[in-house]
């Protein structure tokens, strides 16, 4: 086997909870070595993580990048990369680099995605409580859409916004789906805290208003139905409630928003863009949504969710006689809080011995001060797994890093981007003394 080449595979479905960890849910560049260690794009992970520290997030550039691609080709250029999912300067110019647009849901992404040189034509501004200097922001650096959630939003772009330079807007519309998740990351039900009501009449009196305005350019419509779905019906049950509204407003954009599914553990299915890409265009033609439409969407978990494994240190190994064995790592809910607000699973998996058996059932904790401080509740890593050995857990690139704290004053994590011709730092971990800056003796 060659050191980064080599790959094992299985079909999903046949594996055991003892198989070692399935090779489609690793980054497209992880390879094994003759050694049995973890290699992504020529780099050992276990030397990575040696020289910058653990918990350490690793994403594969060049995965996101192809995925960006596969995105455009299938959507043309009309997709808006979610910022929340994971975002830094380094993310914004590569998203940049690509041609996608991008959705930011606060002055602080806005800040970032400027701070990048991210083209402020393609910058799209959500959020349900956009303050004034939000607002002001946006409209000072020329974003390319404002999507606009509440009549108390208008009210405030009216008083902000010259008749001389009128700026664009979509209406965010609730369309009254809801689609089958988690019900913390649904959004697009009628009782939601998001945009306009569509069974209510909200979005009507919205359309009524924006249509007659001076200051605001009504150009499209946007909904969001929810994230991690997999069922391509949710979404298209989305474009027949859309439809009628849209095609009888004469607009010409309509947004379908992100949210598609990624397996996260063996035997979850994984949906390909083609056939998202491919359910909304055709249920938007057979709902009677005109070819000359702008259709778009606004993916975060699908573009990076896969390209990143977050590698962390064992530091205890503490079994507890007929119950479980818990193993400590040194990161834990503040890297990543999927676990515990959403009960998300995860697979883990010992870095340096990818092909062994994970015969042993263990749970993977962190190292904050709270019993439910779970990464894996119910996971598999070898027997010989001991203090001092590196796991991962894959698929964190999507709101991990960007959901993390500090809880306990353990500092955020080190993010690293791994290519075909090196690495680089991206965002440096968080140290004592970035956090006592905010201390004001
Ligand atoms: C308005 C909006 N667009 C896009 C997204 C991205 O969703 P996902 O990461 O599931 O694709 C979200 C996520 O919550 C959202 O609220």
């Known amino acids: 086997m060659s050191e980064t080449g080599g790959l094992f595979s299985y079909t999903v479905g046949t594996i055991d909870a003892g198989d070692p960890i399935p090779l489609h849910l690793l980054p497209q560049g992880c390879g094994v070595g003759s050694d049995g260690a973890l290699w992504l794009r020529g780099q050992k992970v276990s030397d ?3 020289e910058f520290g653990s918990p350490l997030f690793i994403y594969d550039e060049e995965q996101i990048r192809a995925r960006a691609r596969e995105l455009k080709e299938h959507f043309g250029g009309d997709v808006a990369y979610a910022s929340k999912a994971f975002l830094c300067k380094a993310m914004a110019k590569l998203v940049a680099d690509e041609g996608l647009h991008i959705d930011v849901a606060s002055g602080g992404e806005l800040s970032v995605a400027l ?3 991210f083209p402020a034509d393609r910058i799209v501004m959500h959020g349900n409580n956009k303050s004034l200097a939000e607002l002001k922001l946006a409209i000072l650096a020329g974003v390319g859409r404002i999507v606009i959630d509440s009549f108390d939003e208008i009210d405030r772009l009216e008083e902000l916004v010259s008749e001389k330079r009128p700026v664009k807007v979509w209406i965010r519309v609730t369309p009254g789906v809801e689609a089958h998740t988690h019900m913390f990351v649904m959004t697009g039900q009628h009782d939601s805290k998001f945009g306009f009501g569509l069974m209510s009449g ?4 919205a359309l009524d208003r924006l249509t007659k305005s001076k200051k605001l350019e009504l150009v499209g419509l ?5 994230s991690q779905i997999f069922s391509l019906e949710s979404f298209v049950k989305e474009v027949e409630v859309l439809a009628p509204f849209f095609t009888s407003s004469g607009l010409e954009e309509l947004n379908f928003g992100g949210g598609l599914g990624i397996p996260y553990i063996s035997g979850e299915p994984a949906v390909d863009f083609k056939d998202w890409a491919h359910s909304l265009k ?3 033609r057979a709902s009677g949504i005109p070819d000359t439409a702008r259709i778009m969407v606004e993916p975060g978990r699908s573009l990076v969710g896969p390209a990143a494994i977050t590698v962390y240190e064992v530091g205890t190994v503490k079994e507890i006689e ?7 790592v040194d990161g834990g809910m503040s890297d990543n809080p999927r676990p515990v607000l959403y ?3 995860y697979e883990v998996f010992k870095v340096d011995d990818v092909l062994a058996r994970r015969d042993r059932r263990v749970t993977i904790v962190g190292k ?5 401080d779970i990464l894996v509740k119910d996971g598999q890593l070898p027997v010989s797994t001991k203090v001092g050995d590196y796991v991962a857990t894959p698929v964190t690139g999507a709101y991990g890093y960007s959901m993390a704290s500090n809880y306990n004053k353990v500092g955020r994590p080190a993010v690293l981007f791994v290519n075909n011709n090196g690495y680089r730092l991206v965002l440096r971990r968080e140290t004592v003394s970035d956090m006592l800056a905010l201390d004001v003796d």
Request: net charge negative; glycine share 16%.
């Open 48 to 50: 990575l993580a040696r």
């Open 368 to 372: 904050h001060c709270e019993s439910g």
């Open 202 to 205: 909200d979005a009507e009196i």
């Open 343 to 345: 009960d998300s699973g």
């Open 282 to 284: 055709e249920s938007a």
């Open 322 to 328: 007929g119950i479980r064995t818990y193993v400590s």
């Open 222 to 226: 946007h909904a969001h139905i929810g």
């Open 115 to 117: 701070s990048a040189g």
